[in-house]
């Protein structure tokens, strides 16, 4: 573990990182090999295993590295820019994590048993993508059946994460025993559970190596004690579901911004390094529209990564932001991921056509940056929040 310093704010900070420089630059190594040919990124996670990353946000007394919640948005960010897919890939897992860490810390222990599987070793992936749903977690096209001693499971799953590899399945399904009542229960399936299976449909534009596989789900039991939350259909979640939001959106802006930080890391060392005839053999870095994207680029990305760090101070804080907590945390998933694609287009207008190749970095970044529109909540379901929420219609 990295020493710390307690900043003015109370908040334990580390001053250095927990990912050693040369582990990220075997996942650099790696990176455009899985890309090509569409694998998951296995060597790398088991580095972060060995590492214990995995265990990265439980806290020490339970067996884990006791990271803070701004520590590993850290951590996310500097990971992003060496290994875009690995990052995403595994930060399916870390959010499941962080909430955890809160209820153990707050001294909840009903969910040890999670803990006790993740200090292990094991690895949890989510299960809330659905098709047709664009409701996300608010409600579900999977049934869960109640039976003597749990549910019963059945549904489709998409966009699941880590498919090669997960051991634990974070799902959400509907409960229609009540037709008058219906409710959403989140509850965690065991991947040797009868009636799971994976359907590899994962070959996409970008983040290749995520592997994220469609999941079947058919007549799978699940015992109540896996149960780790129950709300009313319409009503939000809470407890342990509801603390995913202050980890799981930070965390997404803060790995497109690392990707796009190194987009443009890669730009200005192709300006800095090619010559242009115009300018009488002088590098590119000379022509002023170079100069003004490359500023464009550098005031974009620090005014974003001031906005999540200040975020994720204040949450590690436990800072109460009042009523303005949801929308603080959309604008960082938003301006994360929608800054990292704006640097990566300026990032290719700077390194120009050679950029296109695929043996060119930037061209896989490209691609990579493309999905942060998509992740739930995604561009549209996030304006129409903060348009109605700012104009007192919620």
Do not use: C
């Not at 998951?40 to 919640?69: M, Q």
């Not at 990707?259 to 390094?273: E, H, P, T, W, Y």
């Amino acid at each position: 573990m990295t020493k710390t310093r307690t900043a003015r704010s109370g908040v334990q900070q580390s001053d250095e990182y927990l990912l050693p420089e040369d582990t990220l630059e075997r996942f650099r190594e790696r990176a455009a090999g899985y890309d090509r040919d569409n694998a998951f990124f296995a060597e790398d996670l088991a580095e972060l295993r060995d590492l214990g990353y995995l265990r990265a946000a439980i806290p020490t007394e339970h067996g884990g590295l006791g990271l803070s919640l701004h520590q590993l948005n850290r951590e996310q960010r500097r990971l992003a820019s060496f290994a875009p897919a690995t990052a995403l890939g595994v930060n399916m897992h870390l959010y499941w994590t962080g909430p955890l860490a809160d209820q153990l810390n707050a001294g909840n222990t009903d969910l040890a048993w999670l803990a006790e599987e993740i200090v292990a070793g094991k690895v949890i992936a989510a299960g809330h993508g659905e098709p047709g749903n664009d409701l996300v977690i608010d409600d579900s096209t999977t049934s869960a059946t109640p039976v003597d001693g749990g549910y019963r499971i059945s549904g489709h799953k998409i966009f699941t994460s880590l498919s090669p590899a997960w051991d634990w399945l974070g799902v959400h399904a509907r409960d229609n025993s009540d037709p008058d009542h219906p409710k959403i229960v989140h509850t965690f399936i065991r991947r040797d559970e009868a009636g799971v299976s994976t359907v590899e449909t994962w070959d996409t534009l970008g983040v290749r190596a995520t592997a994220s596989h469609d999941t079947h789900l058919e007549d799978v039991f699940v015992p109540a004690d896996r149960t780790v939350g129950i709300v009313d259909l319409g009503t939000p979640p809470t407890g342990y579901v509801a603390g995913i939001f202050p980890w799981v959106l930070p965390l997404l802006g803060n790995i497109y911004l690392g990707i796009g930080r190194r987009a443009v890391d890669l730009a200005i060392a192709s300006a800095q390094a090619r010559s242009s005839l115009s300018l009488a053999g002088e590098s590119v870095a000379h022509k002023p529209f170079t100069q003004y994207h490359v500023a464009e680029a550098e005031l974009a990305l620090e005014g974003t990564r001031g906005q999540l760090d200040d975020l994720t101070t204040s949450l590690t804080a436990g800072e109460d932001l009042g009523e303005r907590t949801l929308l603080r945390l959309f604008a960082a998933k938003e301006n994360g991921t929608r800054t990292a694609r704006l640097v990566t287009d300026l990032a290719l207008e700077i390194a120009g056509a050679g950029s296109l190749h695929k043996r060119n970095e930037l061209e896989r970044l490209y691609r990579d940056v493309r999905a942060g529109a998509f992740h739930p909540p995604n561009s549209d379901t996030v304006r129409a929040f903060v348009g109605t929420f700012a104009l007192g219609l919620q």
